[in-house]
């Protein structure tokens, strides 16, 4: 049944006792209250003062563009952003050499992000080189520049860390 595919795939010593594995706490039982030291706490400050953060200020009713060169197809982009006030609209967008006149393709599809709860973070594998562009969008918003701590990196394909397959 499901409780042997579960085993197979992640294994006894990774599952948690109710679905079958070996994994047990003491203190956090299935249905019952978690204490507080388990909770997530939101620190805006921390996120900000990691290494290679950076701060970008989007004015109302405007975009920016960080641009990262991909050299090597099956590069990782790797980004994680932090908005201090409000939400803001992203995107990853590839712009093709080969076709300057258009406005590029969109990897990542822009949405509205808000980071209240968490920072916002992805990984892309890259098939192409060239040049992606992290978009922040505040276009929507009339009255309220955005303040955004973020961080990206291209990731050579050499340098990724594979899961290794049993």
Known sequence: GWQEELK????????????????????????????TKYYAHRDRKSFSKLPGVKRLVVNRRSKENIKLEVDQPGS??????????KDISFSLIYEDPENETEDGEEIVPKQRVDTIVSSESGIVKCEKPGTYVLQ???????????????????????????????
């Open 136 to 166: 922040f969008d505040n276009s929507f918003s009339w009255m309220h520049n955005k303040i955004i701590y973020y961080y990206a990196s291209v990731v050579d394909p050499n340098d990724i860390i594979h899961e290794e397959d049993d």
């Open 76 to 85: 990782n982009i790797e980004w994680d952003f932090d908005v201090k006030n």
């Open 8 to 35: 197979k795939d992640i294994g006894v010593e990774n599952l948690p006792e109710f679905l079958g594995g070996n994994v047990t706490d003491a203190q956090v039982t299935h249905g019952g209250t978690i204490p």
